[in-house]
């Protein structure tokens, strides 16, 4: 048993829409789905409160569309409805597994999930039920990493813990540059300048001037969101100097 206390009492958990992919190419890889659900439920099992945002790349992505030619609001509002069918499965999965789950759009869908009404989503929270904040900020232009910075700074988290395919922030693509270097700890300012890819500059730059720390982690890795549940240093830490 560890019997030190756990660093975060609230964590905001950022999910791409691809991490959903896993064997599939379009869609979502239920297996996947459930094994996410589990590592949530053993989190909350800690007594820590869980808020989720999850991306909608797996089904479409506003900037992808707009490239093809599509008006880049109505791609966006397909991203954003995307993200609504993401959380709605992750809902599920979770209730599954007997974990409340209460998915909390940014756009009003009233007949299949809440409003996102930040006072609801702490009390959600506080009643150990994960919240799922679903249709990114509600507004085209925005990407979900910025909806998760947001969400995170209006519901108080400690920590805003994006999950990626690697174990961190390298100075330059790991799969394609056998030298690059993985950051243990990062300013949000040399994230900015040296324009390393962790989150678009927008949620940077909001969690830099809300003093909120970013934790990037490899969601792959079975166990690793435990361990940094736990206190362990895992994948790189983004915060102030
Ligand atoms: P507490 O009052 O904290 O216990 O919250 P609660 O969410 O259990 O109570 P509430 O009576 O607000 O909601 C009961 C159920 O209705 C829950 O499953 C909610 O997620 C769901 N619900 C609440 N508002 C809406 C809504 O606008 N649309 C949909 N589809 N479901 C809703």
Same mark, same amino acid.
């Given at each position: 048993? &560890?019997?030190?206390?756990?660093?975060?009492?609230?964590?905001? *958990?950022?999910?791409?829409?691809?991490?959903?992919?896993?064997?599939?190419?379009?869609?979502?890889?239920?297996?996947?789905?459930?094994?996410?659900?589990?590592?949530?439920?053993?989190?909350?099992?800690?007594?820590?409160?869980?808020?989720?945002?999850?991306?909608?790349?797996?089904?479409?992505?506003?900037?992808?569309?707009?490239?093809?030619?599509?008006?880049?609001?109505?791609?966006?509002?397909?991203?954003?409805?995307?993200?609504?069918? &993401?959380?709605?499965?992750?809902?599920?999965?979770?209730?599954?597994?007997?974990?409340?789950?209460?998915?909390?759009?940014?756009?009003?869908? &009233?007949?299949?999930?809440?409003?996102?009404?930040?006072?609801?989503?702490?009390?959600?929270?506080?009643?150990?039920?994960?919240?799922?904040?679903?249709?990114?900020?509600? &507004?085209?232009?925005?990407?979900?990493?910025?909806?998760?910075?947001?969400?995170?700074?209006?519901?108080?988290?400690?920590?805003?813990?994006?999950?990626?395919?690697?174990?961190?922030?390298?100075?330059?693509?790991?799969?394609?540059?056998?030298?690059?270097?993985?950051?243990? *700890?990062?300013?949000?300012?040399?994230?900015?300048?040296?324009?390393?890819?962790?989150?678009?500059?927008?949620?940077?730059?909001?969690?830099?001037?809300?003093?909120?720390?970013?934790?990037?982690?490899?969601?792959?890795?079975?166990?690793?969101?435990?361990?940094?549940?736990?206190?362990?240093?895992?994948?790189?830490?983004?915060?102030?100097?």
């Amino acid at each position: 048993m &560890n019997s030190q206390p756990l660093p975060y009492r609230r964590i905001l *958990l950022k999910l791409s829409g691809e991490a959903l992919l896993g064997q599939e190419d379009y869609g979502i890889d239920p297996a996947v789905l459930a094994r996410i659900a589990r590592e949530i439920k053993d989190v909350l099992a800690l007594g820590v409160q869980v808020g989720v945002v999850i991306g909608g790349g797996n089904i479409f992505r506003g900037a992808g569309l707009a490239q093809g030619g599509m008006d880049r609001v109505t791609g966006d509002q397909m991203g954003m409805l995307a993200t609504v069918i &993401n959380s709605l499965a992750l809902q599920d999965a979770l209730e599954r597994l007997g974990i409340y789950a209460r998915v909390m759009s940014a756009l009003q869908i &009233n007949e299949i999930c809440e409003d996102y009404i930040r006072r609801r989503a702490v009390r959600h929270l506080e009643k150990g039920r994960v919240a799922v904040f679903a249709a990114g900020t509600g &507004n085209p232009f925005f990407t979900t990493d910025t909806a998760a910075a947001l969400r995170a700074i209006e519901i108080g988290a400690d920590v805003l813990v994006k999950a990626t395919k690697v174990d961190g922030v390298y100075s330059a693509d790991p799969v394609t540059n056998p030298d690059a270097k993985r950051y243990d *700890l990062l300013s949000f300012d040399k994230v900015i300048t040296d324009k390393l890819n962790v989150m678009d500059t927008t949620a940077i730059v909001m969690c830099r001037d809300n003093d909120l720390p970013i934790r990037i982690f490899n969601l792959t890795e079975e166990g690793a969101l435990m361990r940094l549940m736990r206190g362990a240093d895992v994948g790189t830490l983004v915060a102030a100097d």
